[in-house]
């Protein structure tokens, strides 16, 4: 059986089990009529999608309860009577059978009960009986409604039963028994929690595990208390959905008190806990926890250790050429008959052999250029004799990445990670799906054939659903790092979404400042370059910013190299004006650009005037997004305004905003741009993925601080380089 949360659309019998704290009002005397109607609308939604329901409902003592009371002051009855369960339960079950008949019966769809008791599960007669009134009553197209009878049962130890799982002591086991018997696809337990928590939510530390894997998450769960309404607590909840997933029913607990819970469970959204023994299916948060288990482990090889993985991974690249571009062009060819990709995403999906080329010439530079980023000893002191203290660098341990349509990201921050020895999750985009899977197989391949210390685990792991995102920011105690590689609103979505510090840049507004002073042969080509050379990448050139007292002639120059090239030009409000644009016939035709703040990605870019090198900084500053910024010019004095007062992560004089890359700058390769200011800045290589740790050493004896505290001793603090 296949449990993952995309199958749960395809169940044809489902078992919802609807408990005391979702129906009953909070006073718990009597029942919560819109809660009712809700959990009805939806049941009546999916069997309009061709399925059948069985309900196992609680209700019927809260009912009950209220009606004696009411039948207790009808008839003037003053002395104390102890209203007992089982009595609540007579009172009640004619009261929730007309409930549910009538709301039901507004859309249509009739009901029947269905009463039972422990021993009608110990006969194989009577569970014949009941299975074949259950089907019967489905085919009908009619919703049973099952529940104990409660006048006549006797709470029993839990034994097996004929039907090949245990006996029941309240709803939730009731439900599985049925979920069983009825040999359902699916059964939902509805309750007032949003699923299984590692201890009872609202505890400090609490956290929802999204998909429960028995074997292992068992011992993970706090059992603390029990629903303040119904008979069951979350362990029973737990026992009932293993014996249902014992018997071939998938399971999902979820918050029955949340709006369209039902409906979201079936079309497979990541809502409540999701029962499943298959490993691959748990969760991702076991991934993240081998990951983290292998990343300590990666974390004391020693550079040639990790340099020979960087080699395998190349030679693996190498030799896997032909199916990495076959998988390659089966997402290029989809996407491009979708045609919902721009021409700039479009472009980063597309692997080409000289792309490959390229990524395997970074990984062996990475390996072979790149000085190891671990143990470097950053400060050693002596604190005082015999006691010394040292600064050192360490792997931050577990990185998430989450980028778009960028299947060569894979190559890059995988080698990075071996390099600094972290361990990475990645969630690329679903439109590289193919190119993901197969460059996650071959470096994963490698890694476990280059070392025999990483054999059979798990150092890069990939994750593929987007719904893994939001479990994925949850994980602050497992993940140290996000960076978010894709649109300015997911980067923005990432960081409001996440207590885990997030690196990255949100956009890429590079600009190239042509100075009154500039060398026009090398403003043309550093121009055409910065933004032909790969228009879609985050440091090509999107606004040109040109000097006002520049000759209109070089001006013009710069057009005409920019439209032959095959740019589309946009006029900031300053040269769209008419006595500014009458100089230009080339931009007679151009439009306003949308805004100053314009991140094309492509063929495309922003022309603006400026009065002078103050005014070009105040623009960068007004409408850059801190990326990379050039100037071009002869003058070295506004060369070094430009590159000291410009507040960008790359700042360049007489070269090509497309120089802003890990690669080029010689840090092998890159996990991307930064333009934050912590905890690293610009293209961030091995060095950004490292944080440091404190290790003192008392070399002889032992060190306490209370003789320093009472001066008897001092300390040195002797610097050594």
Not at 345 to 372: M, P, Y
Not at 396 to 409: C, T
Not at 600 to 621: F, K, N, P
Request: glycine content about 8%; aromatic content about 4%; charged content about 25%.
């Amino acid at each position: 059986m296949e449990t993952t949360r995309a199958t749960l659309k395809n169940s044809k019998r489902i078992v919802i089990k609807i408990g005391s704290a979702i129906i009953a009002r909070e006073d718990q005397n009597g029942i919560s009529l819109s809660r009712i109607g809700s959990i009805v609308e939806q049941i009546f939604e999916i069997k309009q999608r061709g399925m059948q329901v069985i309900i196992v409902s609680s209700g019927a003592v809260a009912i009950g309860r209220h009606k004696l009371t009411e039948f207790k002051k009808m008839n003037g009855v003053s002395k104390q009577v102890d209203i007992d369960k089982r009595s609540c339960a007579a009172a009640g079950q004619s009261g929730l059978m007309s409930l549910y008949e009538t709301m039901f019966g507004y859309f249509g769809i009739g009901t029947s009960q269905v009463l039972v008791t422990g021993p009608d599960f110990k006969d194989n007669e009577r569970v014949s009986q009941l299975r074949n009134t259950l089907d019967v009553l489905l085919e009908c197209g009619a919703i049973p409604i099952v529940n104990e009878n409660d006048v006549v049962s006797v709470k029993q130890d839990m034994i097996d039963t004929a039907s090949g799982i245990r006996s029941f002591n309240d709803n939730d086991g009731l439900a599985a028994l049925i979920s069983s018997v009825a040999a359902a696809d699916l059964m939902i337990l509805l309750s007032d929690v949003d699923g299984v928590c590692t201890s009872p939510p609202g505890t400090q530390g609490s956290q929802l595990i999204q998909t429960f894997h028995p074997v292992t998450d068992m011992k993970r769960v706090n059992f603390e208390g029990r629903s303040k309404v119904g008979t069951g607590g979350m362990g029973s909840k737990i026992l009932a959905a293993i014996q249902a997933l014992d018997h071939g029913s998938k399971v999902v607990i979820a918050n029955g008190l949340r709006g369209h819970t039902i409906v979201n469970v079936i079309d497979g959204k990541r809502i409540g806990t999701l029962f499943s023994y298959k490993k691959d299916d748990a969760q991702v948060r076991d991934m993240a926890i081998e990951i983290r288990s292998s990343s300590r482990i990666l974390s004391t090889f020693n550079g040639d250790r990790r340099n020979k993985i960087l080699h395998r991974i190349a030679e693996g690249l190498d030799a896997n050429r032909e199916k990495i571009l076959e998988e390659n062009s089966k997402d290029v060819q989809r996407e491009r008959q979708l045609q919902k990709l721009s021409s700039s995403s479009l472009a980063r999906l597309i692997l080409t052999s000289e792309k490959l080329d390229s990524l395997i010439v970074g990984v062996r530079s990475v390996a072979d250029f790149q000085e190891d980023p671990m143990g470097k000893i950053l400060k050693n002191t002596e604190l005082a004799p015999n006691l010394n203290l040292k600064h050192v660098t360490v792997p931050l341990g577990v990185l998430l990445i989450i980028f778009e349509s960028r299947p060569d990201a894979i190559v890059q921050i995988a080698s990075l990670a071996i390099k600094s020895g972290n361990g990475v999750l990645l969630k690329g985009g679903s439109e590289a799906a193919n190119s993901n899977r197969i460059l996650h197989k071959v470096i994963s391949d490698a890694i476990s054939v280059a070392d025999e210390g990483m054999k059979d685990r798990t150092i890069i792991g990939l994750v593929e659903s987007r719904d893994d995102i939001s479990e994925l920011l949850a994980m602050d105690d497992l993940i140290d790092l996000v960076i978010p590689r894709g649109s300015g609103n997911f980067v923005r979505y990432v960081q409001q979404n996440t207590k885990i510090p997030v690196m990255g840049h949100s956009e890429g507004i590079c600009h190239v400042f042509v100075d009154v002073n500039a060398d026009m042969s090398k403003a043309c080509q550093v121009v055409v370059d910065s933004k032909v050379e790969y228009p879609a990448a985050c440091n090509a050139m999107e606004t040109l910013l040109v000097h006002k007292d520049l000759q209109v002639e070089k001006i013009r120059e710069l057009l005409k190299f920019l439209q032959n090239s095959g740019v589309t030009i946009f006029c900031g409000p300053k040269i769209f004006q008419d006595e500014n644009r009458r100089n230009f016939p080339e931009l007679s035709e151009s439009k306003l650009a949308p805004t100053l703040k314009m991140e094309y990605g492509d063929l495309r870019c922003t022309i603006e005037m400026v009065d002078s090198i103050d005014d070009a900084i105040a623009h960068v500053h007004a409408h850059g997004s801190g990326h990379t910024d050039a100037i071009v010019t002869e003058d070295l004095k506004n060369a070094n305004r430009w590159m000291t007062e410009v507040d960008s992560a790359c700042v360049f004089h007489n070269a090509s905003t497309r120089f802003a890359d890990g690669f080029r700058f010689g840090l092998g390769a890159e996990v991307g741009i930064s333009t934050g200011r912590i905890h690293a800045r610009g293209p961030v290589g091995v060095e950004g993925l490292m944080t440091s740790k404190w290790i003192l050493n008392s070399e002889l004896g032992i060190h306490t601080v209370a003789p320093y505290s009472k001066g008897e001793k001092e300390f040195t603090h002797v610097h050594h380089i």
